[in-house]
């Protein structure tokens, strides 16, 4: 890479493209500001991810703040659309960094992510397919309350999972683009995932998750096949932490409108955000490694323990006991060739 290229990419050699997608008002925009503040909270060690200018952490800072004012009232029961209709592709550029014992940081990528409008149609802009076509991850945010409750023609409707499965054929699994990731994000799945005192109605729930998920996107998981250079894996996550789906009621045109209650004695407490990204910060690095140089191979301690960080943080996300996923059924799912988060010795 040139050094004028360099200067642009915020110095950093490496860049990596990660695209939000997903229907206006899903969470996409909170889902990266949860994600980010959490792994701030819960993730140390000495790899980094910041974000790379002041307006960015502003951004982010504001939306997450806004998340907690917004559920922070009675618990009355109504719509809650985490986001404000993303109109225009926004840019979020992070850097991934090690800082040795010395305070030294060294760069490792530039991680940019694309904040998508959430109408996709037919005619996408051309900046949308450059921008879809370029990114090495692909998030896809799929609304549980939707999925689990407004039923199939009405699920497919908002979140529409076949213009995802279009994109993803015509835009990212084509021939010759490289190794690639796809999260699909299952936002607000408070109802089916969080720690209920009966263990059994806990399974029960992550089992009916599990299920519809499967009747619903089952598609898309085709795409995914072990001998392809491509990777799906699936993530519910709760969003806010502290809200149950109550109803889904129809608009004028028939779109689907979900109903939250926000739970008696539980506070704004995002919790499993953080797993999207940790498993693309995996990639990032799987990739990095596999194709480092015969120079590079001192970094195998370094990349070793980080791995070994990784992977506790994903079987127990959060710091207390009480924060961990009960239940296999609950822990991520992965589709197609799982070698793409294994790197050589």
């Known amino acids: 890479m040139s050094s004028k290229a360099e200067e642009v990419n915020y110095g950093y050699r490496r860049v990596v493209n990660i695209c939000l997608i997903g229907p206006s008002g899903v969470g996409k925009t909170s889902l990266l500001a949860t994600m980010y503040r959490t792994i701030q909270s819960s993730f140390s060690g000495n790899f980094k991810f910041d974000p790379l200018n002041d307006a960015v952490f502003k951004i982010l800072q504001d939306k997450y703040t806004s998340l907690g004012k917004m559920v922070d009232k009675p618990a009355a029961t109504r719509v809650i659309n985490c986001d404000s209709a993303t109109r225009n592709i926004q840019e979020y550029p992070f850097g991934l960094d090690h800082v040795d014992a010395a305070g030294k940081r060294e760069k490792i990528a530039l991680v940019n992510f694309f904040d998508t409008p959430g109408a996709m149609t037919t005619d996408l802009s051309d900046e949308l397919k450059a921008r879809i076509s370029e990114s090495h991850i692909i998030i896809n945010a799929i609304d549980a309350g939707v999925m689990m409750k407004a039923g199939n023609p009405a699920a497919e409707r908002f979140n529409g999972y076949g213009e995802v499965k279009r994109l993803l054929d015509n835009y990212v699994l084509t021939p010759d683009t490289g190794n690639k990731l796809v999260i699909f994000a299952i936002i607000k799945s408070e109802t089916w995932i969080m720690d209920r005192q009966d263990e059994r109605v806990a399974l029960a729930d992550r089992e009916y998750l599990l299920r519809k998920l499967h009747e619903n996107i089952s598609e898309l998981l085709d795409l995914f096949r072990p001998e392809k250079p491509y990777l799906a894996v699936i993530c519910p996550v709760e969003t806010l932490g502290c809200v149950e789906f109550s ?4 608009d004028d045109d028939g779109y689907p409108a979900i109903h939250y209650k926000k739970v008696f004695g539980k506070n704004f407490n995002p919790r499993h955000v953080q797993l999207p990204l940790y498993f693309a910060l995996r990639f990032i690095l ?7 140089g015969i120079f590079e191979r001192f970094w195998d ?7 070994k960080e990784v992977l506790s943080s994903i079987k127990q996300m959060d710091a207390g006991e009480a ?15 799982a070698a793409l988060l294994d790197y050589d010795e």
């Open 286 to 292: 799987t990739e990095w490694c596999n194709n480092r």
């Open 247 to 250: 109803m889904v009621t129809k």
């Open 301 to 307: 301690a370094y990349i070793g323990s980080f791995f």
């Open 323 to 337: 924060d961990k996923l009960n239940g296999a059924i609950v822990i991520p799912m992965q589709y197609g060739n």
